[in-house]
């Protein structure tokens, strides 16, 4: 009674490690999908090659999540977007000049008056919680013992 079976301590500490593996996993997985599909891909990509350029607002529109939608030109083109009031919403106003970076390779990819860098760390806090939350709560409530 007072030994513990090998057998019985093998077979924790090998399900720990394969939860720990496939947590890790998961994790890394849910990173770089979030980056991607969210906002950081874009904030990254003009990160690596940024253009700085004056734009104009063409309507605030303070009413749908205090956005913002500009309008600027690169390489010849007139592009339009949607950006995040870093002010008040209400005290922009149409033909308002407006500080825009945007990538060189693909100027569709733009950010209002916030540095690409600081746009991209801030998509950092996010990604890392999400990345460590979201794998323990799927492990919690999928990677239990099947019941009989």
């Known amino acids: 009674m007072g030994v513990i079976d090998r057998r019985f301590v093998g077979n924790i500490l090998g399900s720990f490690v394969r939860y720990v593996f ?11 999908a979030f980056l991607y599909f969210g906002p950081g891909w874009r904030d990254y990509k003009i990160q690596s090659d940024p253009q700085q350029t004056v734009g104009k607002i ?4 303070c009413e749908q999540h205090q956005e913002v939608e500009y309008a600027f030109s690169a390489g010849g083109k007139t592009y339009r977007a949607n950006g995040m009031s870093v002010q008040d919403c209400q005290s922009y106003q149409p033909n308002q000049d407006v500080v825009v970076f945007y990538s060189r ?30 794998p323990f709560v799927f492990l919690f409530f999928f990677g239990g013992r099947k019941r009989r």
Not at 58 to 61: A, D, F, L, M, V
């Open 22 to 32: 496939l947590y890790a996993f998961l994790s890394v997985a849910v990173f770089f």
């Open 58 to 61: 063409t309507q605030p529109r």
């Open 105 to 134: 390779s693909d100027p569709t990819n733009s950010i209002n008056e916030k540095k690409p860098d600081e746009a991209f760390q801030e998509d950092l806090t996010p990604a890392i919680l999400t990345a460590m939350l979201l």
